[in-house]
């Protein structure tokens, strides 16, 4: 069973007003303002309704799952909401950090240590990343810009290669 199957994951359906909006998060120097000040939100959001909704999946129509990993310096847990992408059997994680020009801190902890869970709309799984390879690149951020268009622009203004994770179920064989 493949990380999907397992988190009962599903694709949103994104509508009218949610494409309209994609316009508005993805405008450059807006991006990273709105990735700050939603983290928070989500993380809130997601303890209020016992893990079944996000902010950002009800506004933008955002595949929101919460990632927890070890920080790679401090040995602590870290819990971020990230939009996920399907990626075959799994999920991918594009670490645009919402176009900020820099790795977001997840990237880092997951290149430490490759293991946390993955909660989506109120189940949890335990996985283990690895970075795509050339062709998984290539397929998840064609997935991320399916999504949200944004991921496009998000490349384009990196001055580092964005880092791509997939995410497998931890007992996948």
Known sequence: MGLQEELGYRSPRVNNVQRALHDVVAIPWLSPVLSKLFTPVDRAFHRMTGGRASVSGA???????????????SGQLRTTPLSAV??????????SNAGSGKIPGWAH??????????????????????EADPDEYEAAFDSAVRV???????????????????????NAA
């Open 59 to 73: 506004l933008v129509g955002f595949p929101v799952v919460v990632l927890t990993t070890t920080g790679a310096k």
């Open 148 to 170: 949200y268009p944004g991921y496009a622009g998000y490349r384009e203004r990196a001055d580092y290669v964005i880092p791509v994770f997939v995410l497998e179920a931890a």
């Open 86 to 95: 399907p990626l075959g059997d799994d999920l991918a994680l594009i670490g």
């Open 109 to 130: 902890n997951l290149r430490a240590n490759p293991t946390g869970t993955v909660a989506y709309e109120g189940r949890e799984a335990a996985v283990k990343a690895r």
